[in-house]
């Protein structure tokens, strides 16, 4: 049986010579959210609320909206909506604001004695110009993103963060207000260093836990009976967000993320990491903000230390933060020293990556995207994907959502990790899906949910 994330992700791929989406979606008639929030109180924004570094996946359209439900801080307990740009919490209510936002998750003790609990929503209405049907995926992964950031910061500051990804989709929404073209995707928990509540945890998997929404995936086109009326959403990625949420938790099942298997190739262990991860985490807080460039790289070979550690770093962000460990992580070697010219699988227990078929011709791998020019002279590209069938078995149509949300997370390591040893990493969105596949000879089986070119820029 096939699923719909299956079918909403073909739809996205990108086409040569292609007449574009044809579904014309009427966003303008939308209303659109108002984030003034007029009459409620503001307290200063600290430096812990927020990541230092703003996600770039979506091209700097800021589509992640970035709410707090706070227990025991400076601030009285309550949710707030954390407004980057006046540096300011804005308080949207109290105590029983906040209970009724943990009410959507599972796992109550636990959730309810985290010192912060962050809420990242999609503004839809911000990319879907832009990306028109695949702006769906795209903002799940720049919330992913945005994700990876809070992780890292909270690691820097000693904290303990666990990643939620199992929530009812609509009582947060109703909760906070949300309108028609804002979206909850995903959630992170904060705890002090010495929390019991999150030492604890650990050792139970609390933060290894993926909720699949199985009973509820009756209502998905290609039933004979739809238990909705499909004209009630204007594209296909709301039909897709419709069929992700979760009603009832206790519905669904717990799956414990799952390590990624070892593929057969010729194994390429890879050096340990250039600097440590004490020293990796206290450099963020020097990265100045940065502008993603849209030019052609520099001509430039890629250290063998270098490269270890970018995949290595990986780690540092949670390989398995969403997604249940069903991201298959690739990567092709163009111009890296001591490493033959290549595709391979990375696999993050053995650190190793293993040589498998396909070509790096660097001219026919430019190819493949909409833009060749933008993509010469990269030294390497990590290209992330998953067997989209064998995910919603695992995870119903929710399995989608953490894959692009895990996808973020790994994107925006490598991008932070770039520009660590003085590299540029980019994300391309419009690439030839089927011809990129072929040329890479990924299993027929899977699909590529991001692509990410490492290189030298010419600007800095």
């Not at 801080?73 to 300011?88: F, I, Q, W």
């Not at 490598?414 to 596949?437: G, T, W």
């Amino acid at each position: 049986m096939r699923y719909f994330s299956e079918v909403y992700h073909e739809s996205t791929q990108y086409i040569p010579h292609g007449s574009g989406d044809p579904v014309i979606m009427h966003w303008e008639k939308q209303s659109y959210a108002d984030k003034r929030y007029e009459g409620c109180s503001r307290f200063p924004l600290t430096a812990g609320f927020m990541p230092l570094l703003a996600p770039i996946s979506a091209d700097y359209l800021n589509p992640v909206c970035v709410y707090a439900v706070i227990h025991g801080m400076d601030v009285p307990d309550g949710v707030y909506y954390v407004d980057r740009d006046e540096a300011k919490l804005v308080q949207l209510g109290g105590a029983d604001a906040r209970k009724a936002i943990l009410s959507a998750f599972p796992e109550q003790e636990f959730v309810k004695e985290s010192q912060t609990v962050f809420l990242y929503t999609g503004l839809l209405e911000r990319v879907v110009w832009r990306f028109r049907e695949s702006a769906y995926r795209q903002v799940q992964i720049d919330v992913g993103a945005a994700c990876a950031n809070t992780i890292l910061l909270a690691k820097s500051r000693g904290q303990k963060v666990f990643t939620l990804g199992g929530f009812v989709d609509d009582s947060i929404a109703v909760t906070l207000k949300l309108g028609a073209t804002e979206v909850p995707m995903a959630a992170i928990a904060v705890f002090p260093e010495k929390s019991m509540v999150a030492f604890n945890s650990v050792d139970d998997g609390v933060g290894e836990l993926a909720y699949s929404n199985h009973a509820e995936m009756n209502a998905y086109v290609g039933t004979e009976e739809q238990t909705f009326d499909i004209s009630r959403y204007p594209s296909r990625f709301m039909l897709q967000n419709h069929l992700e949420n979760i009603d009832d938790l206790n519905l669904c099942m717990k799956v414990r993320r799952l390590n990624a298997q070892a593929l057969p190739g010729d194994e390429f262990p890879l050096t340990p990491s250039k600097f440590t991860n004490e020293y990796y985490l206290r450099e963020l807080w020097y990265l100045r903000p940065d502008k993603k460039v849209i030019a052609p790289f520099v001509h430039g070979t890629l250290d063998l230390d270098d490269f270890s550690s970018m995949l290595r770093w990986l780690e540092l962000a949670q390989l398995n933060a969403f997604g249940a460990g069903l991201i298959k992580i690739w990567v092709v070697v163009f111009d890296v020293m001591f490493v033959y010219s290549g595709v391979y699988r990375y696999i993050p227990v053995r650190k190793s990556i293993y040589m498998q078929g396909g070509s790096a011709n660097p001219k026919r791998f430019n190819k493949c995207f909409a833009v060749p020019e933008q993509i010469q002279n990269s030294m390497m590209a990590v290209v992330l994907t998953s067997d989209l069938n064998e995910s919603c078995k695992v995870l119903g149509n929710r399995g989608y959502r953490y894959m692009n949300l895990n996808a973020g997370v790994l994107t925006e390591s490598l991008y932070v990790s770039a520009r660590l040893l003085n590299k540029i990493a980019r994300e391309e969105h419009f690439f030839y899906h089927d011809e990129l596949k072929k040329l890479l000879e990924i299993p027929e089986t899977e699909s590529i949910i991001s692509t990410v070119l490492i290189g030298k820029s010419q600007v800095r």
